[in-house]
T-cell receptor, first 113, second 115 residues
Framework: GDSVTQMEGPVTLSEEAFLTINCTYT??????LFWYVQYPGEGLQLLLK?????DKGSNKGFEATYRKETTSFHLEKGSVQVSDSAVYFC????????????FGTGTSLTVIP | GAGVSQSPRYKVAKRGQDVALRCDPI?????LFWYQQALGQGPEFLTY??????LDKSGLPSDRFFAERPEGSVSTLKIQRTQQEDSAVYLC???WGLGSGNTIYFGEGSWLTVV
């Protein structure tokens, strides 16, 4: 079945460091891919998305490119800030029905000054 | 309202008690989802509504879990005879359209603790 695997955390970085959080997926057809973020005490928020191969989603300095050949959607940011501390979830929406979102287990990021 | 609203935000239930969790989706959103999120895990799909029709309930863990959306707007997730393993955050989400590329918007969740 469809699934998402993302790198385990927690991840601790210094401010202004480069961030990569790996995400790979397994799916039939052509899914849409998402990154959601959960700040402390808040609900899940969409960070970015890509709906077809080679699309790049971007928001708030974060980027991820939908790579069909490697079935990946890695999240990157060139210079993290303390305010980026949160849990990041990679997610997949199956193309056949769109009824289910499959989430990864989440990667906790802490950015220290 | 502007976002997905869930109530109660926090619920402590004694084992064996019934609970009802309410979700007010974004106005006009056709699709509504319920997810269960255990501590330190990603959300797990429970059920999906398209308007008032429950099209997928494959994720409901047992027949103690029941969801409804009678008028295609507000939804209620009911858990009967709660067990300790039901302790989790229950997330409601809604989506405007039906396509897989459309964004789903989450509420802040209902935190259920069964003691």
């Amino acid at each position: 079945g469809d699934s998402v695997t993302q790198m385990e955390g927690p991840v601790t970085l210094s401010e202004e460091a480069f961030l990569t959080i790996n995400c790979t997926y397994t799916a039939t057809g052509y899914p849409s891919l998402f990154w959601y973020v959960q700040y402390p005490g808040e609900g899940l928020q969409l960070l970015l998305k890509a709906t077809k191969a080679d699309d790049k989603g971007s928001n708030k300095g974060f980027e991820a490119t939908y790579r069909k050949e490697t079935t990946s959607f890695h999240l990157e940011k060139g210079s993290v800030q303390v305010s980026d501390s949160a849990v990041y979830f990679c997610a997949l929406s199956a193309s056949n029905t769109g009824n289910q979102f499959y989430f990864g287990t989440g990667t906790s990021l802490t950015v220290i000054p | 309202g502007a976002g997905v609203s869930q109530s109660p935000r926090y619920k402590v239930a004694k084992r064996g008690q019934d609970v009802a969790l309410r979700c007010d989706p974004i106005s006009g959103h056709v699709s509504l989802f319920w997810y269960q999120q255990a501590l330190g895990q990603g959300p797990e799909f429970l059920t999906y509504f398209q308007n008032e029709a429950q099209l997928d309930k494959s994720g409901l863990p047992s027949d103690r879990f029941f969801a409804e959306r009678p008028e295609g707007s507000v939804s209620t997730l009911k858990i009967q005879r709660t067990q300790q393993e039901d302790s989790a955050v229950y997330l409601c989400a809604s989506r405007w359209g039906l396509g897989s590329g459309n964004t789903i918007y989450f509420g802040e969740g209902s935190w259920l603790t069964v003691v």
